[in-house]
């Protein structure tokens, strides 16, 4: 009976950070949960544990960081320990990894077993035997990595075909070819070489005949120009070369110039090139400082020219004008300014005048009017009413005269009262006579009378005598008023008679006899004098001015005969003035006209530019005479070095050829590999695929090899009618089933003594029909197989656990940093 | 089908001994260091070869 998995402990590896131990069926284990829960890390840890190795755990990011061990695990280790027992034996397998930088690394395997512990680098290989399996081939032939599937269900065709070598369990040879091809790199390699050997011959071997031909040339054209060859030495050329730097020097001396110094001579090339450009550079300034020192004292000579006609000029003038001395102008410049100012303010004080007297004027004349009206008005009611004495007499007899009307009116009123007391009595008494005269009366007529006659009168003339009381009354009270207004008339003509005295004592402050003239007159007249004061005021300011530029232009001159005399002294270092000054300065340019004409002679510069050039082609044809013996004499080792390079170039060639000798080989036997693989496959794959129902025309699968380098299969079903291409005819439920079957059927040949299939999410494009075919076909593997599957899919889960009869269940819940949650359910 | 059945089968039909030689040292190097370790043995040569 061959070995089952029985139990898994599993710490630290992969989303494991605690320790787990899961124990398997003999029949279907299923791991059920959700993506992420930590299913496919339970089968890493086994393919782990037994291989040592995590597929599609190689290269790019796992090189970076362990991939292997749990991040979060406290012991920085992880450990897988495999249960295998069959009828008798039981082999106990344990693989312990610390966590390192990169997922690489292959740690040993510990194995137990009948009491033994085997711990060394064969323990592998006794398990191999034991188990009758290659451990490298566990990976593709017992784990189907979701992985795998994704690629045969979605890739491009090489990868595709890559997959179909995992199912196959090519895949290694595949990879390894593929690693090999780095002809694009070794040609680029050579390409380099190649180059590199192109511009050494370029410029060593080709340079040297060129140069050659080029001395040939130049020794040619020298001789036809008249040189001999002993001119065509070194020794001839520093002896030249000597000459001129002797010239130079003398030329140095003579024009007081200091110039950097020679190197010193040695008998070769470069050093011959050397000193000709210094040369020719010390000649260059030689001839540059000679010309800036021409050109110096041709500024010189006509600087002191200028000054020295400067100063001829100014002392001549200076002579003209020195009578008038500067104190006569000073004061006559005072006399000026102060008659200025006083023109100045005469016209100030015009002005001033000129602005008030309108004011004044139209006070006076307001004054006078109001004086005029009051007085009319008082002689008009003087010619009216009289004076104030004459109106109180007026007034005086009217108050006597209403006196008397008041006794009038008082007697009256007595009559009155008498007259009532006898009408009164006459009633009372009813007299018959009268008392006085004792005349008989008749009383009622008498009364009647009395009440008529004398009432009338007494009352009439009563009214008229109010009336005239009245009138003489007002009279009193109009001449009483008129006489109050009089004085007041008199008070204001007082008040104005002052006011009007006192703006003619003003007016006549300005203008004395003001009354004489018109203010028009008045006006003009001191318009006038405006006028004439401001054109004595120009006159004067510009004779102030012209005064002051006589003074100035005095100054300047005498300060510009000073600074020109001063520098003049200066120039000819002396003391001299006048003529005897000029007279020096002009010996002084006699002197540097003399040293331009010296400095003017190029002869001895042109000579050795002359020299210099002459001697240019025969330096050239030195230096190159030299440089091809150093080239001659390097050649050798230029040869010995392209040599190299091309020993170089058939390595790297032959190693082309050898690799591209394996690939082809490699390939060969991939080829033959896959297709005998195939064909001894080819009855399981169709008969698993038929039991995941496959497509309902096309039975068959054909598998076979379209193309090499890289090697491509085609992927066809049959039918009775023909071929098809999977890819265009089938589902992808059904693709996935065809890959299933190539799985399954390479399995159960490499089944050894460890017949087991893991699947990994093996059902992810499938239908439901798909997936409980799969369920059925997955519980048929038993007990043959011991099937091990996980899934995240609850319809996979119920078919299993409907169709198999020895199934365990484990559900995986929601992974934390404590690892997964496992439950057996 | 084991690689040592193609490791065999390489060198009974490579014809030169010393392109068999390399095989079999390029090929342990894939065995035990993988793709990585292969690809860089391989441009370390290249480039030694190179200069």
Known sequence: ?825 | MSESIFEKYVLEKIPREDDGQLFVELYRIYIKDGKDGLSKHLKSVVAQLEG
């Open chain 1, 1 to 825: 009976m061959p070995y089952r998995i029985t139990t898994v402990r599993v710490n630290g590896i992969r989303g494991m950070n605690k320790p787990e131990e899961v124990a398997f069926s003999e029949g279907i284990t299923l791991f059920y949960g959700q993506n992420g829960s930590g299913k496919s890390s339970l089968l890493q840890a086994i393919e782990w544990g037994i291989t040592g190795k995590i597929s599609y755990m190689k290269g790019g990011d796992f090189t970076r960081e362990d991939a292997v061990v749990n991040l979060f695990t406290k012991s920085k280790r992880g450990t897988v320990e495999l249960i295998l027992e069959d009828a008798t034996k039981k082999i106990s397998l344990q693989r312990t990894r610390r966590i390192a930088r990169t997922s690489s690394g292959k740690q040993p395997l510990e194995m137990k077993i009948d009491g033994k512990t085997i711990s060394s680098d064969e323990t592998e290989v006794e398990l191999e035997k034991i188990l009758k399996i290659s451990l490298e081939g566990f990976s593709q032939s017992k784990y189907l990595h979701q992985e795998t599937l994704r690629e045969v269900l979605q890739a491009k065709p090489e990868e595709k075909s890559q997959a179909i070598d995992k199912l196959l369990g090519t895949y290694e040879v595949r990879d390894f070819v593929k690693t090999l091809d780095i002809d694009r790199q070794i040609i680029t390699s050579i390409t380099s070489l190649q180059d590199t050997i192109e511009t050494i011959n370029r410029e060593k071997v080709q340079f040297l005949l060129n140069l050659r031909q080029s001395l040939i040339e130049t020794k040619t054209k020298l001789i036809q120009q008249g040189l001999n060859e002993e001119e065509l030495t070194v020794a001839m050329t520093l002896q030249k070369l000597n000459h001129s730097i002797s010239e130079i020097n003398a030329l140095q001396t003579k024009y007081n110039i200091q110039l950097q110094n020679f190197p010193t001579i040695q008998p070769n090339s470069k050093s011959i090139i050397e000193i000709y450009r210094v040369l020719q550079s010390q000649l260059n300034n030689l001839d540059r400082a000679r010309l800036e020192n021409i050109n110096q004292l041709t500024q010189k000579i006509s600087y002191l020219r200028a000054n020295s006609s400067a100063y001829k000029e100014a002392k001549d003038k200076l002579q003209g004008i020195n009578e008038v001395n500067t104190e006569t102008i000073n004061l006559k410049i005072e006399e000026l300014k102060n008659e200025l100012n006083r023109v100045t303010e005469l016209i100030k004080t015009v002005r001033q005048k000129l602005a008030i007297l309108p004011v004044k004027s139209n006070v006076y004349n307001s004054l006078k009017a109001k004086l005029n009206v009051g007085q009319t008005k008082l002689i008009d009611s003087q010619n009216e009413y009289g004076n104030t004495k004459q109106i109180q007499n007026t007034i005086q007899k009217l108050s006597e005269e209403i006196t008397i009307i008041q006794n009038e009116l008082n007697k009256l009123s007595g009559q009155q009262r008498l007259i009532t007391i006898a009408i009164e009595s006459l009633e009372q008494t009813k007299a018959q006579e009268c008392p006085v005269c004792s005349h008989s009366i008749d009383y009622t007529t008498l009364v009647k009378d009395l009440k008529l006659k004398v009432s009338e009168d007494i009352q009439r003339k009563s009214k008229d005598l109010c009336e005239l009381e009245n009138q003489k009354k007002i009279s009193v009270r109009e001449l009483g008023d008129e006489k109050e207004k009089q004085e007041q008339l008199k008070r204001n003509l007082f008040q104005l008679k002052e006011s009007l005295a006192l703006a003619a004592e003003e007016l006549s402050k300005l203008v004395p006899d003001f009354e004489l003239q018109t203010l028009d007159d008045i006006t003009q007249s001191w318009e006038n004098e405006i006028k004439e004061t401001s054109i004595k005021e120009a006159q004067l300011m510009q004779e102030l001015s012209s005064l002051n530029i006589l003074l100035q232009n005095f100054t300047q001159l005498l300060s510009s005969v000073n600074k020109l005399e001063k520098l003049l002294q200066q120039e000819t270092s002396s003391q001299k003035v006048g003529a005897e000054l000029s007279e020096a300065a002009e010996q002084i340019i006699t002197s540097l006209e003399y040293n331009i004409g010296e400095y003017s002679d190029s002869t001895t510069i042109d000579a050795q530019r002359n020299n210099l050039s002459r001697l240019a082609d025969i330096i050239t044809f030195l230096r190159d005479e030299e440089r091809s013996t150093e080239t001659e004499k390097e050649l050798p080792l230029v040869e010995k070095k392209i040599k190299v390079l091309e020993a170089r170039i058939s390595s790297l060639q032959i190693l082309l050829a050898q690799l591209n000798t394996i690939k082809q080989l490699a390939v060969q036997y991939q080829k033959e590999a896959a297709l005998t693989q195939l064909k001894r496959l080819e009855d399981e794959i169709n008969s698993f695929y038929s039991k995941i129902e496959g497509h309902p025309h096309f039975k068959q699968l054909k598998i076979d090899v379209e193309k090499e380098e890289p090697l491509i299969f085609s992927f066809k079903a049959e039918g009775a009618q023909g071929d098809t291409y999977i890819s265009t005819r089938f589902s992808t439920a059904q693709f996935n089933a065809a890959a299933l079957s190539i799985f399954m059927s390479n399995s159960s040949q490499q089944a050894g003594e460890l017949p087991i299939m893991i699947f990994d999410d093996p059902t992810q494009n499938m239908d439901t029909a798909h997936k409980e075919a799969f369920a059925k076909l997955a519980s048929t593997l038993s007990p043959k197989f011991q099937v091990i599957i996980a899934t995240e899919d609850e319809e996979v889960k119920t078919f299993l656990e409907k169709h198999c009869k020895k199934i365990m269940t484990y559900y995986l819940g929601e992974w934390t940093l404590e690892g997964p949650d496992i439950k057996l359910l």
